[in-house]
């Protein structure tokens, strides 16, 4: 049974997968599913029902000392996880993230780009969030993947942009994890 809360989430991600060009059914379907998956990983957590999670984690040592050095503070911690734990798992769901990143690298295999090509441009036109010490084997030191904390930040910086003021800030850089580094560096986000 879901609590009111998570019926809004399910509303919220049927939502955006019908914006993303989902029949209703499916959405719907999909939506249940990602929803489902996220209450049980919660529930063995043992945070299905936390809102507070952030001001437990910047308590937590191993937790904080590597985000602080990636130039994260305790308020960006708290922002992201004061929130509920398992709105914060189905918007970091991997299949819901990959459903765009995967239409394009089919659009790019098509024009004949190779896997590794059009994986290199999906990292140029993404960020990638995640924790950046267990990033992909091809991606690490300035183009590994980015602390889910700073997106509010990112949002913020982004939407002062053009797209395609965007896009040829993010041609300077390996990926668009490094360009998103150099801003951070730069105290530009």
Not at 19 to 35: D, P, Q, V
Not at 48 to 57: C, F, I, K
Not at 130 to 156: C, L, M, T, W
């Amino acid at each position: 049974m879901y609590s009111s809360a998570e019926k809004e989430i399910l509303q919220q991600t049927i939502l955006l997968l019908r914006e993303m060009g989902l029949g209703y059914f499916r959405a719907r379907s999909f939506a249940k599913e990602a929803l489902s998956d996220c209450v049980a990983q919660a529930e063995a957590d043992g945070f299905r029902h936390v809102r507070n999670l952030g001001d437990l984690r910047v308590n937590e040592k191993d937790f904080i000392e590597p985000r602080e050095e990636a130039g994260l503070n305790k308020d960006d911690i708290r922002r992201f996880w004061n929130r509920n734990y398992v709105h914060i798992m189905v918007e970091n769901y991997a299949p819901i993230c990959d459903m765009t990143r995967f239409a394009l690298y089919k659009e790019l295999i098509g024009e004949g780009k190779t896997s590794k090509e059009a994986v290199r441009e999906l990292r140029c036109v993404f960020i990638y969030y995640g924790d950046p010490e267990n990033s992909h084997e091809n991606f690490q030191g300035e183009d590994a993947d980015i602390y889910h904390e700073f997106v509010y930040r990112f949002e913020k910086w982004r939407d002062g942009l053009t797209p395609a003021d965007t896009q040829a800030l993010s041609q300077q850089y390996s990926t668009y994890n490094a360009m998103v580094r150099a801003m951070i560096r730069n105290k530009e986000l």
